[in-house]
């Protein structure tokens, strides 16, 4: 069965903290992505990776990188935490030849 | 530019038909993808067409017309666990999807 995890269901984090979201799959998919999704809007692309080491800057990554060690990793890292980062945010992979995306439960983050 | 068009919220009632609407105006297109994501909980794929026409699986049916940039998801046998959000989402010629808003649907008894 398919599985993608993400480390934390809630986290609560105090402004200028760093922040770490893991995400792992064990599907052995190459692609792996970073959402953030908020009320009212569509899910929005932070960053994605096609491989090991190799990251692509989405639609907002401002305030945000990413770390890709290991093909079923993730790491999404708020350098500095501030309240507008306060969101869902939902990993999600695919394997190559399919765009179809499995997603992770989500990290509802909260930054006071 | 980019934009994808769904309905905030629908209300229908248990045992009806539904369709949830979608339009869009994107950079090229390589198909349309509907999720279903209920309250706290990941998306989960429902559906991805391609090529124009309906396609059916069991109570869920989705409908793509590539030439007016629109698709819809018709749910029939409405059930109490069909309440949840719906995505509609397009891969674009780039092969990034895009991600439409989603509809909230609520299933009355």
């Known amino acids: 069965d398919v599985k993608v995890t993400q480390s934390s269901r809630y986290l609560v984090k105090r402004t200028g903290e760093k922040v770490f979201l893991e995400c792992v799959q064990d599907m052995d998919h190459e692609n792996m992505f970073w959402y953030r999704q908020d009320p009212g809007l569509g899910l929005r692309l932070i960053y994605f990776?096609?491989?090991?080491?190799?990251?692509e800057k989405g639609d907002i990554p401002e305030g945000y990188s990413v770390s890709r060690e290991k093909k079923e990793r993730f790491s999404l890292i708020l350098e500095s935490a501030s309240t507008n980062q306060t969101s869902m945010y939902l990993c999600?992979?695919?394997?190559?030849?399919?765009?179809?995306?499995?997603f992770g439960p989500g990290t509802r983050l909260t930054v006071t | 530019g980019q934009n994808i068009d769904q309905p905030t919220e629908m209300t229908a009632t248990e045992g009806a038909i539904v369709q949830i609407n979608c339009t869009y105006q994107t950079s090229g297109f390589n198909g349309l993808f509907w999720y279903q994501q209920h309250a706290g909980e990941a998306p989960t794929f429902l559906s991805y067409n391609v090529l124009d026409g309906l396609e059916e699986k069991g109570r869920f049916s989705s409908f793509l017309s590539r030439s007016k940039g629109y698709s819809y998801l018709l749910l029939k046998e409405l059930q109490m666990k069909d309440s949840a959000s719906y995505l509609c989402?397009?891969?674009?010629?780039?092969?990034?999807?895009?991600w439409g808003a989603g509809t909230k649907l609520i299933i009355k008894p």
């Open positions: 999600a992979s695919h394997r190559g030849s399919s765009y179809e995306q499995y």
């Open positions: 990776s096609y491989d090991v080491k190799m990251k």
């Open positions: 989402a397009v891969l674009e010629s780039n092969y990034q999807l895009i």
